[in-house]
Nanobody
Framework: QVQLAESGGGSVQPGGSLTLSCAAA????????MGWYRQPPGKQRELVAT???????NYSDSVKGRFTISRDNAKNAVYLQMNSLKPEDTAVYYC?????WGQGTQVTVSS
């Protein structure tokens, strides 16, 4: 199992922004999808966004237009720029690189 290091979570007021980062501790060979999932309190884990090795993106309807996913293949890293955050975005966010999952980072949106 490749170790993934997530960073960038925290607390922010509604309307604020955060950027999450996730990088693999070692190179992952091959072409693979990277993405972000989240698990709100008391709910199941859900898809946020994915990006293919060629840069094609997919977003859940709830974040479309507010979040932007990007990746750096040379660094085996994926990012999530989150703007216009809402209280309902509060969750533990997990990155996934291929079949490898991060440990999760907490994002709390509250006034």
């Amino acid at each position: 199992q490749v170790q993934l290091a997530e960073s960038g979570g925290g607390s922010v007021q509604p309307g604020g922004s955060l950027t999450l980062s996730c990088a693999a501790a070692e190179r992952i060979i091959g072409f693979y999808v990277m993405g972000w999932y989240r698990q709100p309190p008391g709910k199941q884990r859900e898809l946020v966004a994915t990006i293919t090795s060629r840069g094609s993106t997919n977003y859940s309807d709830s974040v479309k237009g507010r979040f932007t996913i990007s990746r750096d293949n040379a660094k085996n890293a994926v990012y999530l720029q989150m703007n216009s955050l809402k209280p309902e975005d509060t969750a533990v966010y997990y990155c996934i690189l291929g079949t490898h999952w991060g440990q999760g980072t907490q994002v709390t949106v509250s006034s």
